[in-house]
């Protein structure tokens, strides 16, 4: 390690004189702010929330631990034993992999090493195809420790304990939305502090001024914290319970971050419906409910922050985010209800005529078709495929309506019956005790180290209640295995066989795909659109079960998850310099017009479509917007990749425009398309 020099002597006579004077900031935060459910615009009220990814009830166990086991390999893993791995969040980063990722908390940066950890406040810059505000350390506080595990974890927030020979030194605390990291000492010790800092209101606080904002560390209930000159470098004493916060902002906003600097001890979520609301409130919970300063996400809405008061604002990726006085954000966006098919009660003779000899087609095709594929993305992508047939087939009153049923239940019953991981090598969904989840016995894009689990499991969930809708027999068949999957990607608690809402962030208001994110850029998802699927198969299972708790927890994040679809991936608003209509790939700390498989303009807006099931028509809207869509990523013409996919989007713009150019393409679609589902699609579109 190289040596710190040391601080110029002027700096440390101003740092001799802060003895004692870096003060009590957590009393001085004014009356307390409403707890959860008692403030906010959004109508709901306090009886009409539900606390979500809490501890579950002692004794209680999760279906995925009656399955067959199948050990992964996370590799290196800085989480202790008592916690489920927390995968696809966005601060995974730091805790898998050899060395600690940087992770975006929005609106700060951080990057937890062995014996420091270091702060950043992302910069901006624009290019024509990336909006990227990767991580810079910017101040960084020296620990006396040698490692740290993460110790308490849920969808929003973390806490890592450090140790020093084998004994816990102190606790690391973040949370998205909450502009500081803390550290609480466990012990009395040293922490070493960066050259530069000066004192502001009095000494009660230290402030680094830098081009990227001002820096702040404050101690809260600071009595007997001293800052010491050091051979090397300026010094801070702690005593054991004293906590140190790092914030930063503009100029303008740092003394209100430095005013409302007290300890986080946890955050709660919390979700409510009505009849055309799907609130969200996260709660961030400080010593005495004293107020801190959130930061809110173009999505949340103006007024986010229940009673909040505005002190300035943040740019990031996503725009400017909003920093409020407050200790609870309650946001809400319109609901989207679940839907199973398409109406096809609009469509006149002709048309119904013309989709029964389709369905006739495809049945055909479907009978002597090989085996459906084996992994859990593509088995589950043709078994969705597949289901969608049937209910089209069975609202024809088609006369292949039963032997496309057989097929479909023959092959979920491969995937999904008792004798499921004994009947067929392949099609298994195990238990992962080493990763503590669900996994498929052949992996696919990675799912062995849980990426992606929401995108296949989604289809599974969607195909089994197409087909167990009216047949309760199917449904009591698969349940057990499908409540697995169900708990491995939105467990509703946090039980010591699975973490609550593994993918799912409230705050936000989407998912994250990759499981362990060893990435410089944080977590990223790609398809937004199957990750909708994936909400709205939940809450159809959820229907087909009588399972009413888990059909509203699942039609909010359905809501939410489509709302922030649009808002940061379909039809975003975007700076000045990035040349394109859509952001196909969203990270922690960029965002771009880029996709893992494929650099044709046709991938980035099509894997934010697939698989166009019925509850898709939630991204109609603006036609202007929908055609500048299509005309981007089709340019010339649509027999190019997700060709057929594009057509159907550009439906909900111009169906007659789509009828006609969906006769032009290629006879081979996309595997998780008929032809069938494709024509009914623009059918409806066009009667509608």
Excluded at 200 to 214: I, M, N, V
Excluded at 359 to 371: E, K
Aim: proline residues 8%.
């Amino acid at each position: 390690m190289t040596a710190r020099r040391a601080a110029p002597a002027a700096v440390l006579a101003l740092l001799v004189a802060l003895v004692v004077t870096v003060v009590v900031l957590a009393n001085r935060g004014g009356p307390s702010q409403p707890g959860p459910g008692e403030g906010g615009d959004d109508g709901i009220d306090q009886a009409g929330w539900t606390s979500i990814a809490g501890p579950a009830a002692e004794g209680t166990r999760a279906a995925a631990a009656d399955l067959a086991e199948i050990p992964g390999d996370p590799g290196v893993m800085r989480v202790d034993s008592a916690l489920p791995p927390p995968t696809n969040r966005w601060y995974s980063g730091m805790l898998f992999g050899e060395q600690p990722q940087p992770v975006f908390a929005v609106p700060l940066a951080l990057l937890a090493e062995d014996g420091a950890v270091s702060v950043g406040l992302p910069q901006v810059t624009t290019t024509a195809a990336t909006i990227a505000a990767p991580f810079v350390a910017h101040l960084r506080l020296g620990l006396p420790t040698e490692g740290f595990v993460a110790t308490a974890a849920d969808p929003v927030s973390v806490a890592v304990t450090y140790e020093q020979d084998g004994r816990p030194t102190g606790v690391l605390r973040t949370a998205a939305g909450w502009p500081y990291v803390a550290y609480e000492a466990l012990t009395d010790q040293t922490l070493t502090l960066p050259e530069g800092l000066t004192p502001r209101d009095e000494g009660q606080w230290l402030a680094l001024a830098d081009p990227s904002g001002t820096y702040g560390l404050a101690v809260a209930d600071a009595d007997g914290a001293r800052i010491t000159p050091d051979a090397q470098g300026p010094a801070l004493t702690l005593d054991e319970g004293q906590t140190v916060l790092l914030f930063a902002a503009p100029e303008a906003a740092v003394g209100a971050l430095a005013t409302h600097a007290v300890p986080l001890t946890g955050v709660e979520t919390r979700y409510a419906l009505t009849g055309d609301t799907a609130g969200t409130q996260v709660h961030y919970r400080t010593a005495g409910e004293r107020p801190t300063v959130l930061a809110t996400m173009p999505h949340h809405g103006p007024g986010a922050v229940a009673d909040g008061q505005p002190v300035g604002e943040i740019e990031s990726i996503w725009g400017p985010l909003q920093l409020q006085v407050g200790s609870t954000l309650r946001a809400a966006v319109p609901t989207l209800q679940p839907t199973s098919e398409l109406d096809l009660s609009g469509l006149d003779d002709a048309a119904r005529e013309e989709l029964a000899e389709q369905v006739t087609a495809d049945a055909r095709a479907l009978a002597g078709a090989p085996a459906a594929p084996t992994d859990t993305y593509f088995g589950g992508k043709a078994a969705q495929r597949d289901a969608h047939l049937y209910r089209l087939a069975r609202a024809l009153s088609h006369p292949d309506t039963d032997a496309i049923r057989t097929r479909v239940v023959a092959d979920l019953d491969a995937w999904l019956g008792e004798q499921a991981c004994t009947t067929s090598r392949m099609r298994c969904f195990a238990y992962d005790p080493a990763f503590r989840g669900v996994v498929g016995r052949e992996p696919s894009f990675g799912s062995e180290q849980f990426n992606d689990h929401h995108f296949h499991y989604g289809y599974f969930l969607t195909a089994a209640a197409l087909m167990a809708e009216a047949d309760p027999e199917l449904a009591q068949r698969w349940a057990p295995r499908l409540a697995a999957l169900v708990e491995d990607i939105a467990a509703p608690e946090q039980r010591p066989e699975l973490p609550a809402l593994r993918v799912f962030d409230p705050y936000a208001g989407h998912s994250w795909a990759s499981g362990t994110a060893p990435f410089a850029d944080g977590n990223n998802q790609e398809s937004s659109s199957e990750a909708v699927n994936a909400w709205n198969g939940l809450a159809l299972w959820a229907r087909v079960t009588e399972d009413e708790p888990l059909a509203a927890q699942a039609t909010w994040m359905l809501s939410l998850e489509a709302a922030t679809a649009r808002a940061y991936w379909v039809q975003p608003t975007l700076p000045t310099g990035f040349e394109h209509e859509v952001v196909a790939l969203n990270w922690g700390g960029k965002r771009d017009w880029a996709t893992w498989f494929s650099a044709e303009p046709s991938a980035m807006l099509g894997i934010q479509l697939l698989p166009m099931g019925p509850v898709s028509a939630h991204l109609a809207g603006d036609p202007d917007r929908i055609r500048a869509n299509v005309e981007e990523a089709a340019p010339n013409g649509f027999d190019t990749m997700f060709g057929d996919y594009l057509v159907m989007y550009l439906a909900l713009a111009d169906p007659q425009a789509a009828l006609a150019a969906a006769e032009s393409l290629p006879a081979k679609l996309d595997d998780g398309l008929t032809r069938s589902w494709l024509l009914a699609w623009l059918q409806v579109q066009a009667a509608a």
